[in-house]
C-alpha cells in the first residue's frame, strides 16, 4: 500500500498523521462506508515497539485485509483534553469509521466525541468508564500475562531476586505488578522483589522514557535482580537496554519484543514478554464495522479467548524446560479456574 504523510490542518491535532491505501469506501462485500480506520495513539506514540505498535499492527492488518485506508494521529508533548477531543473530532468528521483512542487517557475525549457522532463506532483501549451504545471498550486482564510472566522469572532467576518496572503509578499499572508478584510467589514464596514506578502521572513522562527505565533497571540491577520485567511503553525500551548491557533477564510487555526489529540487538536477552492482542482488539472492532454490525460495550481479553498470554519467541526461552513447563502449568490453571489472579 501506498503510504503519503499528510499534514494536520488543526491546530493540536498531533505530530503527524498516515493514510494507508486502499479505496476508503468499499471492500469485498461493497458494504462498508466509511472513510477508514482512525488511530489516536498514547503517549510515546507509534515506535515504542509495545503498546501503541500494537495497534498500529492491527491497523495494517485490517487495512490489508478490508483494502480500506486507515489514518493514524501520533500524540503531543504535555498535551490537554482539549487537544484528544480535536484530535478525535477530526477523524470523525473526516469520515473514519471506527476511531479509535488508544490508551485510557482518551476516556474524556471519547465520550465527548461519541455523543456529537452517534452514526460513528468508536474505540477506546485499556477503559470501560466510557458507557455508550457507538463505543467499545477494549480491555484486558493484564494481571493474567503478568502472572505467567512472574512464574517465568522466578523459575529463571538464578539469585531469587527479580524486578517490576512499572511506567506510571495507575491502577491500571497496579494490576501488572499484582499479577506478576503473585506469579512469582507461586513459585517461591520468599522471593524478593524490587519495584519501582518511574513516575506519578504520564504528563511526567513514565511511558515516554527510555532514559527513566534505563536508570530504574541499572539501579534493580545493582541491588542484585536478574530477570526484570517492565510494564511501562516506550520507557521499557531503557530497562531491556539496561538488562542486555548487564547480562541478565528483561521480560517485555504488550508485543512480543523479542520479535521487534528495533530492539533485535537486545534479543537474546529478552527471556520473553507479557502478551496483550491489542492489534487483534483494533482488528476485530475494525472488522464488525466493515461487516455492519459494530461491537459495542466492554470486550474484554483473557487467557482463555488468547487477549493476552506469554510470548516464547526466544530460542534460549524454549530450551528452558522447566520454566517452559511451569509457565504453561500456570496458564491452564488459570483457564481453568484452579487460580485467581490479583489485580491490587
Not at 17 to 37: L, M, V
Not at 47 to 53: I, R
Not at 259 to 277: E, F, H, M, P, V
Request: glycine share 14%.
Amino acid at each position: 500500500m501506498a503510504v503519503a504523510v499528510l499534514a494536520l490542518a488543526a491546530a493540536g491535532c498531533g505530530k503527524s498523521s498516515t493514510d494507508s491505501g486502499g479505496d476508503g469506501g468499499s471492500t469485498a462485500s461493497g458494504t462498508y462506508q466509511g472513510k477508514g480506520i482512525g488511530l489516536a495513539y498514547d503517549v510515546g506514540g507509534k515506535g515504542d515497539q509495545s503498546f501503541n505498535d500494537a495497534a498500529f499492527a492491527g491497523l495494517q492488518k485490517a487495512e490489508k485485509e478490508f483494502k480500506i485506508s486507515g489514518r493514524d494521529i501520533e500524540p503531543q508533548d504535555g498535551e490537554s483534553d482539549a487537544d484528544k477531543v480535536q484530535r478525535l473530532e477530526q477523524l470523525a468528521k473526516s469520515g473514519y469509521n471506527p476511531v479509535i483512542g488508544v490508551g485510557f487517557v482518551y476516556a474524556p475525549a471519547v465520550k465527548e466525541v461519541a455523543a456529537k457522532y452517534p452514526k460513528t463506532t468508536f474505540g477506546i483501549i485499556d477503559d470501560n468508564t466510557v458507557q455508550a451504545g457507538n463505543v467499545v471498550d477494549l480491555v484486558f486482564h493484564e494481571e493474567q500475562a503478568s502472572y505467567l510472566a512472574g512464574v517465568a522469572a522466578a523459575k529463571a532467576t538464578k539469585k531469587n531476586h527479580i524486578g517490576f518496572i512499572g511506567g506510571v503509578d495507575i491502577p491500571l499499572i497496579h494490576k501488572f505488578e499484582a499479577g506478576f508478584d503473585q506469579g512469582a510467589r507461586s513459585v517461591n514464596p520468599k522471593i524478593k522483589i524490587e519495584s519501582q514506578y518511574l513516575t506519578q502521572t504520564a504528563q511526567e513522562g513514565g511511558f515516554a522514557s527510555p532514559d527513566k527505565g534505563k536508570d530504574a533497571a541499572n539501579a534493580q540491577i545493582e541491588k542484585g535482580a536478574d530477570v526484570l520485567y517492565h510494564a511501562a511503553g516506550l520507557s521499557g525500551q531503557g530497562v531491556i537496554q539496561s538488562a542486555a548491557a548487564h547480562q541478565v533477564w528483561a521480560i517485555g510487555v504488550d508485543s512480543d519484543q523479542y520479535r521487534q526489529a528495533a530492539l533485535a540487538k537486545y534479543k537474546d536477552w529478552i527471556l520473553g514478554s507479557a502478551l496483550k492482542n491489542v492489534g487483534g482488539a483494533v482488528y476485530d472492532l475494525s472488522k464488525s464495522v466493515v461487516d455492519g454490525k459494530p461491537l459495542t460495550g466492554e470486550v474484554r481479553g483473557d487467557l482463555k479467548s488468547g487477549g493476552v498470554g506469554f510470548a516464547d519467541s526466544n530460542p534460549k526461552y524454549q530450551a528452558m524446560k522447566d520454566v517452559v513447563t511451569a509457565v504453561n502449568q500456570a496458564k491452564q490453571d488459570i483457564i481453568a479456574g484452579k487460580v485467581t489472579v490479583d489485580t491490587k
